[in-house]
């Protein structure tokens, strides 16, 4: 359900608090938010890219932007270029600017995990912060550098930041990846809430305490500023759609999509209500730090980058907490087509490996629908090393949460999420018979639906399947093959309708390198592995129902 922003109740101070000098009795006033911006002026109002404006350059720069590219894969030249301080436009819904938050709100620790940044950029970060931060909620900023080589991220950046005393840096001994980073910093946050955000981002105008307000009115819930786009190109600063949430689709890759219009209508929604979020983008969001803990804070396990935002993610809400993005805060982030910085290990392997992580943690029966979209090379498990999950399944346990098909029912009902790719009876189109299992061997029967010999499921794991027996490939001529299923095994896999070839409705077994199709033998008595020819019948079986491609 959509709670909708909140309108708490004004408590003006009625004077006779400030004349009993007792214990001050703390009742919590409000007041609008605070749109405080010390970059307003003055200002250098032509500076190259200031207010957010894209900067050009001329086309003799052209080879320099280019030379400097692949060191932030964005435009770092111009970067350079334009203030450290710039402006960017108030991107707010204009009723934001009226909302109401708490006197007392909670402190934050601001932390900034960064590997290789560029300059500017940080610099830019962390000036937005400062600048645009009420003071009294800025308990201060934690730069987590994550082994960075760049010799300007050392004496330089201590250097630069010794200006600030709310700015602590923290050095890595060794490359952590962002998710241990991320606990180191928090290992040392003294605020009572912690704000996670990357290291090339712009704080807008008033982008701090609707997110605190937010932890302040439920300590378990989960604020994300709207992500906005800084143009990697020309580093203008743009806006996105409204009712814009993070989802994820199988196998389980985040995407951004818009809530759907009739949930908009439903709920009598405003552009500036939070907006309830399945995943979160990862980078940026305000956590209660007690909170946080309690969570179990990331699985530590997690390597460099990747993944960490569906773990916290699906074990915020199963634990009892709520994602929202926040319409009036904003935050700018420059999206990079690559990670400009090196993964110790293979780049590909590294988000897998964390994935899958995830996925036996927190996916319950529907993991399945993870490997089973594309990733079934992931369950030999000699060939990736996952690593321990001991600790994370004991959490989830202490923690009670609740269960991933929970988690689809009541956060993410639009998401389409069967068990089964197909079910129901396999016909054999040749021999107009079905596939029956009757004490523990295969047959052909007439078909009926009410018999549940003849009901079986076409897997994720692409297993066709009754209870716990697979169909197995049996080249020999000596009856029907039936095997215990087991998802590490390939043999037990058979492709079907796994494209629009003139062999989709074959079962095509994945164990042979050359095409082998199972084939009923035309007296309905005997069951073979064949080479797949597209027009015998013979080789062609339809599900009842099929619920996925
Ligand atoms: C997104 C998130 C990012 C993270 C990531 C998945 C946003 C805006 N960004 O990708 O926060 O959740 O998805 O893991 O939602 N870093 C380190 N050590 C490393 C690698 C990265 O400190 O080994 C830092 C990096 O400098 C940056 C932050 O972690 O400040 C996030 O990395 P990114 O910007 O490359 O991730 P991004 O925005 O592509
Ligand atoms: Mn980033």
Request: proline share 6%.
């Amino acid at each position: 359900m959509q709670r909708r922003s909140p309108k708490p109740i004004i408590k003006l101070q009625t004077g006779e608090d400030s004349k009993d000098n007792s214990v001050p009795a703390r009742k919590p006033g409000v007041h609008k938010v605070l749109s405080l911006d010390v970059t307003l002026n003055p200002r250098d109002a032509n500076a190259v890219g200031q207010f957010g404006q894209a900067a050009l350059f001329a086309s003799n720069e052209d080879a320099e932007v280019r030379k400097r590219w692949d060191e932030g894969h964005f435009n770092v030249y111009l970067s350079d270029k334009i203030p450290v301080d710039r402006a960017i436009p108030d991107t707010r819904p204009e009723m934001c600017a009226q909302n109401l938050v708490h006197d007392d709100l909670p402190s934050t620790s601001v932390i900034f995990c960064f590997v290789d940044e560029v300059w500017s950029t940080l610099l830019r970060s962390v000036h937005s912060v400062l600048n645009r931060s009420p003071p009294h909620l800025l308990k201060e900023i934690i730069l987590v550098d994550d082994f960075s080589t760049k010799d300007y991220l050392k004496e330089p950046l201590d250097k630069y930041m010794s200006q600030f005393p709310k700015v602590k840096i923290i050095r890595l001994k060794e490359r952590q990846g962002l998710i241990r980073a991320r606990l180191a910093g928090a290992a040392v946050a003294k605020g009572e809430v912690l704000t996670f955000l990357d290291s090339h981002i712009e704080c807008n105008v008033g982008w701090l305490e609707p997110l605190l307000e937010r932890v302040y009115l439920d300590r378990k819930k989960v604020p994300c500023p709207v992500i906005e786009v800084i143009s990697d190109k020309d580093m203008s600063y743009m806006l996105v759609d409204n009712f814009q949430r993070g989802v994820f689709k199988w196998p389980l890759v985040f995407g951004w999509s818009a809530l759907p219009e009739e949930y908009i209508k439903k709920h009598n929604m405003t552009v500036a209500d939070p907006i309830r979020c399945p995943v979160m983008a990862g980078g940026l969001f305000s956590i209660d730090k007690k909170y946080f803990y309690e969570l179990g804070a990331y699985d530590p396990g997690l390597d460099v980058w990747g993944g960490e935002n569906m773990e916290i993610s699906f074990k915020i809400w199963m634990c009892g907490g709520e994602i929202e993005i926040i319409p009036c805060s904003r935050v700018g982030h420059i999206f990079r087509g690559q990670n400009p910085y090196k993964f110790p290990k293979d780049r590909q392997k590294t988000v897998e490996r964390n994935l899958v992580r995830v996925a036996e943690v927190w996916l319950d029966e529907y993991k399945d629908l993870f490997y089973g979209h594309g990733y079934h090379h992931l369950l030999d498990r000699k060939a990736i090393d996952i690593g321990n999950l001991t600790e994370q399944i004991e959490l989830r346990k202490r923690l009670k949460c609740k269960s991933f098909k929970w988690y689809l029912e009541n956060v993410y009902p639009d998401m389409d999420a069967p068990l089964a790719k197909a079910e129901g009876l396999v016909f054999n189109r040749g021999l107009r018979k079905c596939l029956a299992l009757q004490s523990g061997s295969l047959s052909f029967e007439i078909c009926d639906l009410s018999k549940q010999s003849q009901h079986f499921n076409y897997t994720w794991m692409r297993h066709i399947r009754q209870e716990d027996l697979c169909v197995a490939p049996q080249s020999k001529d000596s009856g029907f093959g039936l095997q215990p299923c087991d998802n590490t095994k390939p043999e037990l896999r058979w492709f079907h309708k796994s494209s629009n070839s003139a062999l989709a409705e074959h079962l095509i077994t994945e164990f042979v390198s050359h095409h082998m199709c199972l084939e009923a033998g035309a007296l309905g008595d005997t069951l073979h592995l064949n080479p797949c020819v597209p027009r015998n019948i013979f080789q062609k079986w339809q599900f009842t129902h099929y619920h996925a491609q």
